[in-house]
C-alpha cells in the first residue's frame, strides 16, 4: 500500500475548504438532503484526478440545475402569455392591456391563486386553462424545491467569506456550524422575505389600488396563500404590473416557508433519536449484536454501523447490498481487504 | 459473551415477520424516509424485553399520529363551521343553507380553492378568513403527509397477507419486493383515487349542477388544483353537501400525487447513485482510504462504511459523533469494545 497524504481522508476533517464550499452547495435537495447524495465522494477528486471523471459526470447529472428551471419557467410564462394574447376574445372580465392580462392571466393560473376576475369564457380556454394550471403546478413544485435554495446557499457563501475574513475563526468550524443551523436560517431567510413581501404588497394595495389598509392586508394574505376568492385583485394596468411579479414571488415564497418548518421538524425529532441513541447505555448484547465479523470483539467501523443502524440513517438493506460486493472482492476469503485482493480480482 | 440466539442480528434477515411489518409501517415519513428512524432498533426487544422501554417509548412519539390528524381536522372543520355560520350576515354571495355553508365556506377556505361564490363582507369577516386560510394550509399539509400513507400501508399489509396464503411465497421475499417498489404502488394508489375523484366530480357536476361535461370538467380541474377561478362553482344545497366531502379529498389527492412524484424521482436518483458507487472498481487508493483503524487491512465493516458514506447515506458528521461515544467507551484502549470494557465503564 503507498503511504501518501490520502491517509485516513475518511475520519480525518482533511476536507479542504473548497471541497467543503462544494460539499454545502451540493448537499441540499428538496425531500431528502440527509440520504441525497453529498460529495464525499470528492475526497478522490484533488488527490487522482484521473480516476474521478465518472464522479464529475454523475454529479452534472444529480446537481438541482437552477438555470433549468428559470429557462422553463421563463418558456412556460412566455407560451402561456402568448396563448392567451392569441384567445384574449374567449375570455371574459376586468381587461387592461392585451399581452399584460394574458400574462396576469397566466400567473394567477399556475400559481393557483385563480381570482376570477379574469375568466375562460369558451371551450378552448377552459381545457387551455385545464392544462395551464397542471403543468404550471408542477413547474412551480420544481421552482420551490430548487430556486430559493439557490439564493439562500449564495448568500452563505457569502457569509462564510465575511466570517472568515473578520473573525480570523477557521472556516471548517463555521461551515459545521452552518449546516447544523441551516434550516433554521432558511426559514429565517424566508420568513424576513415573506415579511418584505407582505408589506410591499399591502404598501401597494393602498397607494395604486386604492384599498384601505384591512382590505389590502387581506388581498395579500387572500394571494399568497393561492386562496384568492377575487373580490379584491389587481385591476388597474400598473396593478397588474406589479402583481406579475409580486404573485409569483410571494406564493412561492410561502410554500417553502411551509416546506422548511417541516423539514426542520424532521431535523429536530432526527436529533432527539440520534441524542437517545449515543446516550443510551451499551450493553453486552449490544456488543454482540454489533460484532459484525463474530470475532468477539467490536472494532471501531462495527460500532458505527451498529449505532447508525439503530439511528435509522442506515438499514440491513443498504448494508447487505455493500456486503455483497465485499464477497466478491474478498478473492482469498480472509474476511479482510488488502491490496493483493485487488491485484486477483483484476487478474481474473 | 454470552452466545445465545441474538447472534448477528445485524447482518442476518433474523426480524421475524412482525418485525418486519412493523418496520414496514413505522418507516414511512414525508420527506425522509431514509433518514427517519426505522425500527431496526425493534430487534432487541423480542430477545431482551427489559432493555427496550426507552426504544417503545421513543417510538410512540415519533411516530406518525394519524388519529391526532384526524382530531385536528375535525376540530378545525367544527370551530370554522361554527364561527362562519355565527358571522354568515357578514358573508356575501350565493347562500343555501346556514350551517352547510359554513362548512363549505371553511373548506373553500382552508383548502385555498376560494371559489368567490362566497365572500366575506366585513373586516371581521375578512380578518377571520386570513386566520383561518393560514392555519388551514398547515392542516392540509399535515394531513397530505400523513392520511394517504395510512391507507396505502393498510392495503400493503392485506395484500401481504393475500399473497402470502395464496401463493405460498416466504412473505420476507414480498416485503422486500414491496418495500422496493413502495413508492411506484403509492403513487398508483393515489393516480386511481384521482381518476375515481374526477370522474365522480364531473358525473355529479353534470347531473346535480347541471353543467355540460367540459365546464363540469373544467370546475373538476380547477377545484383539485385549487385555482377556483368561481366562475362555476357548488350552488346548490345537494352541490354543497358533495363538495364538502369531495374538495378535501380531491385537493389532499393531488397534493399527493404530486408528493409521489416528486420522491419516486428522488429514489430514481439515489438508486443510480448507488449502483454507480458499487459497480465502480475498487483501488487500491480506496483501500487505504477505508482502512479507518490503519491496520493496512479493511474489513467488512470498515468497507460498509465507507460505501454509504460514498453513496451519501451517511456523512462524516454522523461517523465523528459515533466515533466520539466509541473513543470514550473504550476504556481499555485497545481499539476494540469487549465485555471487559463495559464492565469498566460501569465501574467508574
Not at 75 to 104: C, E, P
Not at 214 to 231: H, K, P, Q, R
Request: charged fraction near 20%.
Amino acid at each position: 500500500m503507498t503511504n501518501n497524504n490520502v491517509k485516513e481522508p475518511l475520519l480525518s476533517g482533511s476536507l479542504n475548504e473548497t471541497q467543503k464550499a462544494k460539499r454545502l452547495l451540493n448537499k441540499r435537495r428538496l425531500n431528502r438532503s440527509r440520504s441525497a447524495p453529498s460529495t464525499d465522494l470528492v475526497p478522490s477528486e484533488t488527490q487522482c484526478k484521473e480516476t474521478t471523471h465518472p464522479t464529475t459526470s454523475i454529479f452534472q447529472n444529480l446537481h438541482p440545475n437552477y438555470k433549468r428551471v428559470a429557462i422553463y419557467l421563463a418558456v412556460y410564462l412566455g407560451v402561456g402569455a402568448l396563448i392567451f394574447f392569441l384567445v384574449r376574445d374567449q375570455i371574459k372580465g376586468t381587461k387592461t392591456d392585451g399581452i399584460l392580462d394574458a400574462l396576469y392571466f397566466t400567473i394567477v393560473t399556475m400559481t393557483t391563486v385563480g381570482y376570477g376576475d379574469l375568466v375562460p369564457d369558451s371551450h378552448l380556454t377552459k381545457l387551455l386553462a385545464c392544462a395551464f394550471v397542471f403543468s404550471g403546478m408542477a413547474l412551480i413544485g420544481l421552482t420551490v424545491s430548487k430556486a430559493a435554495d439557490y439564493l439562500v446557499e449564495k448568500q452563505e457563501l457569502l457569509l462564510v467569506k465575511a466570517m472568515h475574513v473578520h473573525q480570523k475563526v477557521g472556516s471548517t468550524g463555521i461551515l459545521r456550524e452552518l449546516e447544523t443551523n441551516k434550516t433554521r436560517y432558511k426559514l429565517f431567510v424566508v420568513f424576513f422575505l415573506l415579511l418584505v413581501l407582505f408589506t410591499a404588497g399591502t404598501i401597494f394595495l393602498v397607494t395604486v389600488e386604492k384599498l384601505d389598509v384591512i382590505d389590502a392586508f387581506y388581498c395579500v394574505c387572500s394571494t399568497i396563500t393561492t386562496l384568492g376568492y377575487g373580490d379584491k385583485s389587481f385591476s388597474t394596468q400598473a396593478g397588474r404590473i406589479f402583481a406579475v411579479f409580486w404573485i409569483l414571488t410571494g406564493t412561492i415564497t410561502l410554500a417553502q416557508f411551509f416546506l422548511y418548518i417541516a423539514e426542520l421538524n424532521t431535523e429536530i425529532r432526527q436529533k432527539e433519536l440520534v441524542k437517545w441513541v449515543l446516550t443510551r447505555k451499551v450493553t453486552n448484547l449490544d456488543l454482540e449484536a454489533a460484532d459484525l465479523d463474530e470475532d468477539g470483539t467490536v472494532g471501531a467501523a462495527e460500532f458505527v454501523i451498529y449505532k447508525l443502524k439503530e439511528m435509522g440513517k442506515i438499514s440491513q438493506e443498504d448494508i447487505s447490498l455493500v456486503m455483497q460486493e465485499f464477497e466478491q472482492l474478498d478473492v482469498d476469503d480472509s474476511g479482510t481487504l488488502s491490496p493483493s485482493d485487488i491485484t486477483l480480482a483484476q487478474s481474473t
